[in-house]
């Protein structure tokens, strides 16, 4: 009668894991990345409860790339053999600050409405915020618990409520929530914040 169907994965401590596993799709995304990039390294992320094992790729630049594999073993053995790139574990050497450094530009110039250079930090995300925007602001004020921002807030404040967001909602934290932590990344992801 289908009493398993639907049927959630689950970490080790309970949690729901709602991602889906990764495809032949995602590996050739990892290959395509690979070859078209200098410099890439290699990062295992371990599962937790909000996404499956991933595997990161990193190019020179900063720019990267992250996708789902099987396994922890099974994303070492296809970075190591199959695209022949360093592969490190993110529990034991972090991920580079080339990766956030590119994120910030390309979210910045992409916020920004003149062409500014990287090293602004006062550039508005909008002139004029939709509804929307809006929303997705005070959705981060009030899980972060911080004052209201300004109007037209910089893409620094922002960043810096969205960080404490993330870390008030995310799901390993004790009574962290995973319907708060979605609600933080759906914000971000409306702002064009990066991760």
């Known amino acids: ?13 309970g949690a729901s894991v709602s991602d ?16 078209t990039r200098r410099g890439v390294e290699a990062w295992i992320e371990p599962r937790t409860s909000v996404t499956q094992t991933t595997l990161l790729l990193v190019a020179g630049d900063g720019e990267s790339i ?7 073993q099974a994303g070492h053995d296809f970075a190591r053999k199959k695209l022949q790139v360093p592969v490190y574990d993110s529990n034991l050497v972090p991920i580079p600050s080339r990766k956030r450094e590119y994120d910030l530009r390309k979210a910045r110039a992409t916020g920004s409405s003149s062409s500014s250079s990287s090293t602004t930090t006062t550039a508005p995300v909008a002139k004029t915020q939709t509804p929307r925007e809006l929303r ?47 609600t933080v990344e759906d914000a971000a992801r409306v702002l064009g914040l990066p991760d």
């Open 66 to 72: 992250r996708r789902r594999v099987a396994s922890a």
């Open 136 to 182: 997705a602001i005070m959705t981060l004020e009030s899980i972060a618990g911080s004052d209201p921002l300004p109007s037209n807030p910089s893409f620094d404040d922002l960043m810096r409520v969205y960080r404490k967001a993330r870390k008030q909602a995310h799901p390993d934290r004790l009574g962290g929530q995973r319907d708060k932590w979605d």
């Open 20 to 35: 889906r596993n990764a495809s032949r799709a995602d590996l050739e995304a990892l290959r395509e990345f690979a070859k």
């Open 1 to 13: 009668m289908g009493i398993f169907r639907g049927r959630k994965a689950r970490t080790d401590g």
